[in-house]
């Protein structure tokens, strides 16, 4: 159980991250971050650390997102306290999932004991 959790956790943050870039009506990009789940299938260890440069780079997108809503938000006068909260904890859960991608379990299934 706990080793499909350390797949399904990146994956979601994948996930999340596609659906940040479609929002923000980007036009390839969520195309992309929607495939790159299948790239678990492709057991090397370069793919494992290209995935966790991504999810690591993920989270200071989210950051960035933070920045830019608050900033609006305070701007606008509109409450951004609970804004700042939710997306702090999408962009930790997304550095989380970056670390979960070096943990011993991800590294054997990519093939680096």
Do not use: C, E
Not at 94 to 112: C, D, E, H, P, Q
């Amino acid at each position: 159980m706990k080793k499909v959790f350390n797949f399904v956790l990146p994956v979601l943050s994948l996930l999340l991250l596609a659906a940040h870039f479609s929002r923000a009506n980007f036009v390839i990009l969520p195309y992309i971050f929607l495939l790159m789940p299948l790239l678990f299938l492709i057991r090397k260890d370069f793919i494992r650390v290209f995935l966790q440069v991504i999810l690591f780079l993920g989270g200071f997108v989210w950051i960035f997102a933070i920045y830019q809503h608050v900033k609006i938000r305070m701007a606008a006068g509109q409450p951004w306290l609970r804004l700042l909260i939710i997306l702090g904890i999408v962009s930790l859960f997304t550095f989380y999932t970056s670390y979960l991608m070096g943990t011993s379990r991800v590294r054997n299934w990519f093939g680096k004991k």
